[in-house]
């Protein structure tokens, strides 16, 4: 069992940042691949970033490529999402995710899930 819990959202203006974390609470976290998604009201949820297990292979949904940057620390047990020059349309409560060793872009394939932290972009 892995439990996640998110932080880092908040509100922030078009074109700021934030800094989402993601801590895990199993020591094999560095076992897991991570990934990001969203979603906002009456919308399913979506891909936003995956990053494989060592850390060494990262993947993005192209609505948020060359903006979000995703990285873990396995010391930490924790996966970050940096997001820069956010945008309302980015507007969503995000979810960070994990499934043994490889990565995926699709929901049904990650086996845990945090309760999710709102990120609101304001025009």
């Known amino acids: 069992q892995v439990q996640l819990v998110e932080s880092g959202g908040g509100l922030v203006q078009a074109g700021g940042s934030l800094r989402l974390s993601c801590a895990a609470s199993?020591?094999?976290?560095?076992?897991?691949?991570m990934g990001w998604f969203r979603q906002s009201p009456g919308k399913e949820r979506e891909f936003v970033a995956a990053?494989?297990?060592?850390?060494?292979?990262?993947y993005y949904a192209d609505s948020v490529k060359g903006r979000f940057t995703i990285s873990r620390d396995n010391v930490k047990n924790t996966v970050y999402l940096q997001m820069n020059n956010l945008q309302p349309e980015d507007t969503a409560v995000y979810h960070c995710?994990?499934?043994?060793?490889?990565?995926?872009?699709?929901?049904?394939?990650?086996?845990?899930w945090g309760q999710g932290t709102q990120v609101t972009v304001s025009s």
């Open positions: 995710a994990a499934r043994p060793f490889s990565t995926s872009h699709r929901t049904h394939d990650y086996d845990y």
């Open positions: 990053i494989s297990w060592s850390g060494a292979n990262t």
């Open positions: 199993r020591r094999t976290f560095g076992n897991y691949a």
